[in-house]
Structure formats: structure tokens, C-alpha cells
């Protein structure tokens, strides 16, 4: 989460006044919910799953997480939405309710009116157009709060699934940022995607 830098440690900003829609359906038989700590258990047993195909990508995927972690980020994850600087979904199926097959998220840690869309989808849910429904929605979601102005998509130069959803959306590629990798397919040149409101 991101501090301001005038602010103390222990006081948080919020980056917008209002909060996203807690359900965005996508169609086609998906739909993105906020996530809960309830959710806990079907996050861990999705990232586990998912571990060979995350960990090229993320940085947060080098190792299985426990339960209590997911438990713990769970919590966390209820306590920035409450805050009003990040809001964390998990992508569903309308047919499985539990389901968790993919995480999203709007993240408020690239400055004041903007928030990053953030997201992965499970290995065996690629390639069907949920990661660009979903960014869809959440850019939607992001431009339609009071005080936000754009939105960001981030990712290696490298990671051409992840490129292509900025694309597919009309996202502007702004610049590429020089940085040192933190996962192991990571080039060090991250592309920063955005569209404004």
C-alpha cells in the first residue's frame, strides 16, 4: 500500500473518496467479486496451483503460500478496501460461485487519481478473453470514482499475454521504465500502459 509522503507512518490516504462496485459481471458466465477473507482457502488452493505459472511473471509466487498467509492477506485485503487504497477481486464462474480462477485488482501505489489494474488468471482459463473482460471492467470501475483520472496497466516488456490486454482495451503505451527484475522472466523493462478518463 502507498504512503504519502507527507503523511505519518500509521495514517493512511485514501487515493478516492468512493469504492468500485463489490461485483462486476463480466458476461459469458464470469464475473469479478470482492475479495473476502472467507475466500482464503480457494485463493491458496488457486496460487498453489498456479505456482509454475505465476512465478515467471510474479514476484510474490516464488513459494507456496501457507493457508495463515493467504488468511492473513485476505485480511489485509479487506482492510485497504475499507481505506480506500486498493480493492482486490478474484475472478469467478457464475456456475461456481467458490470459484477463484484468476485475481484482480485496483491498486492505488502509482500516486494520487490514478490506480494500477493488476491481474492474473488461472492457467487453465487462458486464452478465452476473461483477463481483458475483467481489466475491462475494472478501468470502468477505476474512472468512474470521485478523484481518479487514469488508469495504469504495468508489466514486463517480455510478457506478451500481459501486453496484450493494454492493447485489446485502447490503453496508450506511455514509456518504458528501466527497473531490475523481480521474478525470473522479467526483462527489467517495464511497460506502463495507461488511459485516462
Not at 121 to 128: F, I, N, Q, S
Not at 145 to 154: N, Q
Request: proline share 8%; hydrophobic share 40%; glycine share 10%.
Amino acid at each position: 500500500m502507498s504512503h504519502s509522503t507527507d503523511a505519518p507512518d500509521d495514517t493512511v490516504r485514501p487515493i478516492t473518496a468512493g469504492r468500485p462496485p463489490e461485483l462486476l459481471p463480466l458476461g459469458g458466465g464470469a464475473h469479478l467479486r470482492r475479495r473476502r477473507p472467507a475466500d482464503a482457502a480457494a485463493l491458496n488452493a488457486a496460487v498453489i496451483a498456479n505456482l509454475d505459472h505465476l512465478r515467471p511473471w510474479m514476484p510474490w509466487a516464488r513459494h507456496a503460500p501457507t493457508l495463515a498467509e493467504s488468511e492473513q492477506l485476505s485480511v489485509a485485503g479487506e482492510k485497504v478496501w475499507d481505506e480506500g487504497t486498493d480493492f482486490m477481486y478474484l475472478l469467478g464462474l457464475d456456475a461456481d460461485p467458490a470459484a477463484v480462477i484468476g485475481g484482480f485488482g485496483l491498486h492505488g501505489r502509482i500516486g494520487p487519481g490514478a490506480l494500477e489494474v493488476g491481474y492474473w488468471v488461472h492457467r487453465e482459463h487462458t486464452g478465452r478473453g476473461l483477463a481483458t473482460a475483467a481489466a475491462r471492467a475494472l478501468t470502468g470501475a477505476a474512472l468512474a470514482l470521485p478523484g481518479i483520472t487514469r488508469a495504469e496497466i504495468h508489466c514486463d516488456e517480455s510478457n506478451a499475454a500481459s501486453a496484450a490486454v493494454p492493447r485489446k482495451l485502447g490503453y496508450v503505451l506511455d514509456r518504458i521504465d528501466e527497473e531490475a527484475p523481480t521474478a525470473p522472466a522479467e526483462t527489467g523493462r517495464k511497460m506502463i500502459w495507461l488511459t485516462r478518463g
